[in-house]
C-alpha cells in the first residue's frame, strides 16, 4: 500500500569558509591605520585580547588569524551585494584556548536568513601566514 | 584630480599583481588582485585623504571593483559630482 501522505523532514547541510591572511600584511595595516584600522575590523573585546600578546609579533598573529575568520565565516554568509560590518562577526577565545563565532547585527540578519544555526571555526598560524576555516550548520526542510 | 589621487591610493595601499598605469578605469580591480584585506587598506586611505567615513551601505563588493565605481562612492559620499568623472 502506498501512502499519499506527505512529511516534512528537517535536514542539514554544511557550508564551508576558508581564508588565508599574510600576518606582515595586518601588521602592516595596524601600523599605517592604527586604531582606525582596529575599530573597522574588530570589536573591542578581539583589540584587548591580541594586544595581551606578549609581543607585537604576537598581537599580529592573532590579529591576523581573527581577521582570516571573520572572512572565512563571510564565505559561509555567502553574501549577494552588502557584505556584513567586521564587527558583527567576533571570535571569542575561551581560557581553554579555543574560540566561537558570535554575531551580531548584519552578520546574525545574514545568517538567520539562510537558516544558519550555527557556524565552527578554527585557526591556525605558521611563518608569516594565518589561516582560518569556518563551518556552517543550514537548516532547512525538505517534503518527503 | 581625484581619479588621480584614487589611482596613487590604489597604487600605494592596493597591493595589485599589475601596475597600476596599466588599469583602465573600468578595469576590475579584484581581478587585478585586490584582495578583501588590501580593500579594507584602500578604504581607510580614501576616508583620510578625502576626510569622509564609508557609510555601511558602500560595504560591497561594487564599491571598489574599479577607478570608476570608487570614483562614483566618493561622488555620493561628498555630494561632489566632479569625483565621479
New interface residues.
Given amino acids: 500500500m502506498i501512502s499519499s501522505e506527505s512529511h516534512t523532514q528537517c535536514v542539514t547541510t554544511l557550508r564551508t569558509g576558508v581564508d588565508l591572511?599574510?600576518i606582515s600584511?595586518?601588521a602592516d595595516?595596524v601600523r599605517?591605520?592604527g586604531t582606525?584600522?582596529l575599530n573597522?575590523?574588530f570589536t573591542e573585546g578581539e583589540t584587548e585580547y591580541c594586544e595581551q600578546g606578549t609581543s607585537t609579533a604576537e598581537t599580529a598573529q592573532r590579529l591576523a588569524a581573527r581577521?582570516a575568520a571573520k572572512?572565512a565565516v563571510?564565505k559561509v554568509l555567502r553574501p549577494l551585494?552588502?557584505?556584513?560590518?567586521?564587527t558583527s562577526i567576533e571570535i571569542v577565545r575561551h581560557p581553554s584556548g579555543w574560540c566561537e563565532v558570535v554575531l551580531t547585527g548584519?552578520a546574525a540578519a545574514m545568517a538567520a536568513e539562510a537558516g544558519i544555526t550555527e557556524i565552527q571555526i578554527s585557526m591556525s598560524h605558521e611563518g608569516d601566514t594565518a589561516i582560518a576555516t569556518a563551518v556552517a550548520f543550514v537548516a532547512s526542510t525538505k517534503q518527503g | 584630480m581625484s581619479v588621480e589621487k584614487i589611482r596613487s591610493l590604489i597604487a600605494q595601499h592596493g597591493?595589485l599583481s599589475i601596475d597600476i598605469e596599466a588599469l583602465k578605469n573600468a578595469d576590475d580591480l579584484y581581478r587585478a588582485g585586490l584582495t578583501?584585506?588590501a580593500s579594507?587598506?584602500l578604504?581607510?586611505?580614501l576616508?583620510?585623504e578625502f576626510d569622509i567615513e564609508f557609510p555601511?551601505?558602500y560595504?560591497?563588493?561594487?564599491t571598489f571593483e574599479s577607478i570608476n565605481s570608487i570614483g562614483m562612492a566618493l561622488a555620493e559620499i561628498t555630494g561632489d559630482m566632479s569625483m565621479a568623472n
Fill in positions: 591572511t599574510k600584511s595586518v595595516s599605517t591605520f582606525a584600522f573597522r575590523i581577521f572572512e563571510v551585494e552588502f557584505r556584513p560590518e567586521w548584519t | 597591493r578583501s584585506h579594507v587598506n578604504m581607510l586611505a576616508e583620510d555601511e551601505s560595504l560591497k563588493r561594487g
